[in-house]
């Protein structure tokens, strides 16, 4: 069955250290996003993808950054990582153009920097 | 003023009972309307769209009400399965921003035996 997998699902880091979260889908969707969740916060756009090499910065995009090199992956890059970046980080993905487009949403990464 | 605003609860109700959450939103030109349902500590999932003319799933009912900028979601006879945090979500307006939801922080819903 088609799915999208979030890895790792949880990690522990430093302040300072650069932290790769991983996103892949296998709907072959054009649309790909990623949001975190806080408390008090819902979840907020960081980054998103409109297709191969397309990348846009979300709400909350300081700190992070993505590349599109293939239709399956957009990855989650944070430079240095900063104690505000503890969160539960959320990949999604949409097939089209539609704003009625059901968001599909991975299983989420909780991140954790000390 | 947040985009989304939402009562954040805890609503505590008993089996059977009929529960409703409003939601309101800033940006009178947002194109498309969901609530989302969040088990906890896992990923929000579509419970349904909603729809200017008022839509309905089951036991569950959505309104648009465009004039005053809120949406509303009405769940009748709650079940305990029904217990988990219900997301507002609003996508802004057209051109090239399709996709791009904007969240209420969550209305968590406990349904108890």
């Known amino acids: 069955d088609a799915e999208i997998t979030q890895s790792p699902r949880h990690k522990i880091t430093e302040t300072g250290r650069q932290v790769t979260l991983a996103c892949h889908q296998t709907?072959?969707?054009?649309?790909m996003f990623w949001y975190r969740q806080d408390l008090g916060h819902g979840l907020r756009l960081i980054h998103y993808?409109?297709?191969?090499?397309?990348?846009n910065k979300g709400e909350v995009s300081d700190g992070y950054s993505v590349s599109r090199s293939n239709t399956e992956d957009l990855p989650l890059t944070l430079e240095s990582a900063a104690s505000s970046q503890t969160s539960v980080y959320f990949c999604?993905?949409?097939?089209?153009?539609?704003?009625?487009?059901?968001?599909?949403f991975g299983p989420g990464t909780r991140l954790t920097v000390l | 003023r947040k985009e989304v605003e939402q009562d954040p609860g805890p609503f505590n109700v008993p089996e059977g009972a009929t529960v409703a959450f409003n939601c309101t939103y800033s940006n009178s030109a947002s194109q498309s309307f969901f609530w989302y349902r969040q088990d906890c500590r896992k990923e929000p999932k579509l419970l349904m769209s909603?729809?200017?003319s008022g839509n309905e799933d089951g036991r569950f009912t959505a309104q648009l009400n465009r004039a005053s900028q809120y949406i509303s979601l009405l769940i009748r006879d709650s079940k305990l399965s029904d217990s988990a945090t219900y997301l507002c979500?609003?996508?802004?307006?057209?051109?090239?921003?399709?996709?791009?939801?904007?969240f209420g922080q969550g209305t968590i819903l406990t349904v108890h035996p």
């Open positions: 909603v729809y200017s």
């Open positions: 709907w072959n969707h054009n649309n």
């Open positions: 993808s409109y297709g191969v090499q397309d990348t």
């Open positions: 979500v609003v996508t802004p307006e057209g051109g090239t921003s399709y996709g791009k939801l904007t």
């Open positions: 999604a993905s949409t097939p089209g153009q539609g704003h009625t487009d059901t968001q599909y």
